[in-house]
């Protein structure tokens, strides 16, 4: 090996071990971590990647079903993101992308997000196009169940995308537990939440977020599309509306159509399609006897067990963890 060829191994070892200490120090993933270590000053690197993380967007709603909290298991689990995965190179998928606690906590470059929520996706395009104007439409709301009930009661159709996400995020943030729930008509119908003081404008936060989706696509659209958009080497991550885990508990609605046994199976035949091609494909859904068949068998796919931080039930006798599943092809 010739002395420069050396010292570029030497350089690369170097390189991938800071990365690690930064993915260690600070409890990052790795593509992260790795655009960090590139954009952050040498000189005080790990100051200044003190000031990067604590200066990072974090979603801009709260939403039924985010993954924030979960996210340490994935990593430490060795399955995300996947090692083969180049966010150089290629794409990062969300179809089901909800507050989007995944895409924001790998911040890739390439990216495109999109759901069947409407309301949401026009919300994260305002954001993106119009924060400035979104932040003075935000800072005009009042909290008060009178003021709350009637922006609720607003036909939609009638406003434009700014009182859209303006709308949107206020309702998030003063209804009952920042849920998003729609009747049969698509209506929202979540009552008023009894915050003492919610923030309901972070505009820091909103700031950071349009800052971060500057170059990214965020469309109103079915999951299956991405198959038209997807490429080997691309990571897809479908978190979907999860299958019930009783008969009973099918409590969340974040569009006005159901996702059961149909659209679930359906979505394992993406899941196969798209592995074909050689994407990396990963999935969380719940830890149901129906999921774990439709996926079991299926060569190269490994259900891997997550412990989720609720309860199953509200009895104290009866409290136990329950299990997710988190579904990947590699
Ligand atoms: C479990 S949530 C995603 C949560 C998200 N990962 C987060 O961290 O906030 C499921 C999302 O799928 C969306 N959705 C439901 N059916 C869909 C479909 N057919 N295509 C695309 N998105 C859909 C819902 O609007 C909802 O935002």
């Keep these: 090996m010739s002395f420069y060829a050396k010292i570029n191994v030497v350089m690369k070892m170097s390189i991938k071990q800071s990365v690690l200490d930064i993915q260690k120090n600070f409890d990052i993933n790795a593509i992260y ?7 952050a000053n040498k000189n005080n690197l790990f100051e200044e990647i003190e000031k990067l993380v604590e200066e990072k967007p974090k979603p801009f709603v709260k ?34 992308v909800g507050g989007g606690a995944v895409f924001f906590d790998l911040l890739p470059k390439k990216a495109e997000l999109s759901d069947l929520n409407k309301e949401l996706v026009t919300t994260y395009n305002v954001i993106k196009n119009d924060v400035e104007g979104l932040i003075k439409s935000l800072k005009k709301h ?4 009178e003021y709350f009930l009637d922006i609720r009661s607003q036909k939609v159709a009638k406003l434009s995308d700014l009182q859209i996400a303006s709308r949107f995020i206020y309702l998030n943030r003063t209804g009952f537990n920042g849920m ?45 599309e991405v198959l038209r958009r997807a490429k080997s080497g691309d990571f897809i991550y479908f978190d979907p509306p999860y299958y019930p885990v009783s008969k009973t508990a099918s409590f969340t609605s974040y569009t006005a159509e159901s996702f059961l046994d149909k ?21 969380s ?5 129906f999921i774990n068949e439709i996926y079991s068998g299926i060569k190269g ?12 039930n509200s009895k104290a006798s009866g409290r136990g963890k329950i299990t997710e599943v988190l579904i990947t092809n590699y």
């Design 33 to 39: 971590a790795r655009h960090l270590f590139h954009i």
């Design 63 to 96: 939403w039924v079903g985010g993954k924030r909290q979960l996210l340490k298991q994935f990593r430490e689990l060795g399955l995300y993101p996947p090692d083969g995965f180049d966010p150089i190179a290629n794409t990062y998928f969300e179809p089901f």
């Design 142 to 145: 009042k909290h008060n169940k």
């Design 180 to 224: 998003y729930r729609v009747n049969s008509r698509g209506e929202f119908n979540v009552p008023f939440g009894k915050y003492n003081n919610p923030l309901i404008c972070d505009e820091q936060n909103l700031r950071r977020v349009s800052k971060a989706l500057q170059k990214v696509s965020i469309k109103h659209q079915d999951y299956k």
């Design 263 to 283: 659209e679930q199976i359906e979505l394992r035949d993406t899941f196969v399609e798209l592995s074909k091609r050689g994407c990396f494909v990963m999935l």
């Design 285 to 289: 859904n719940s830890d149901t006897p």
């Design 301 to 312: 796919v490994k259900i891997n067990k997550i412990v989720a931080g609720r309860a199953i």
